[in-house]
């Protein structure tokens, strides 16, 4: 089985309010749309928020492609939470790291499948991704 999954976050202010977008294909002929979002946040929340809504949407494990055009995510899920973990949830120069409880939830998301990430350029007309970006700024339209 082939699972494509395109997330994405949106924040009117940084912090305000935030949306988050998912786009699930499954074997190239069906698609699922996710969304949601908070009153009060900010985009990389956001960002976060989606991967895991993603991961969670599958309630057995999976082999899932994401797609992501936030270097922040995919950094930090492939570089920086080893670091972090090892550090007991403490950057580099010593601070709390942000946004620790997403971090936290996503690993645990993750553990239960078998993901490989992908960044994608954001806004560069790559479809999924687009439709991902509408959904996410589709909860803060309908929320303002």
């Not at 976060?48 to 995510?73: Q, R, W």
Request: some cysteine; overall charge positive.
């Amino acid at each position: 089985m082939l699972i494509n999954i395109y997330t994405d976050g949106a924040c009117s202010g940084n912090p305000g309010i935030g949306g988050w977008g998912v786009t699930i294909q499954i074997n190239n002929n069906k698609t699922i749309h996710l969304n949601g979002g908070s009153l009060e946040t900010t985009n990389n929340q956001m960002e976060l928020t989606a991967a895991i809504e993603a991961l969670k949407y599958f309630s057995k494990p999976k082999k899932i492609n994401i797609y992501t055009d936030s270097k922040y995510l995919k950094d930090g899920i492939l570089i920086w939470i080893k670091k972090w973990k090892t550090n007991g949830w403490k950057t580099t120069s010593k601070k709390e790291v942000k946004n620790r409880d997403l971090w936290i939830k996503l690993d645990k998301y993750i553990s239960e499948h078998i993901v490989e990430w992908h960044w994608v350029k954001g806004h560069a007309g790559n479809k999924n991704n687009e439709q991902a970006d509408f959904l996410a700024k589709k909860f803060i339209l309908e929320n303002k």
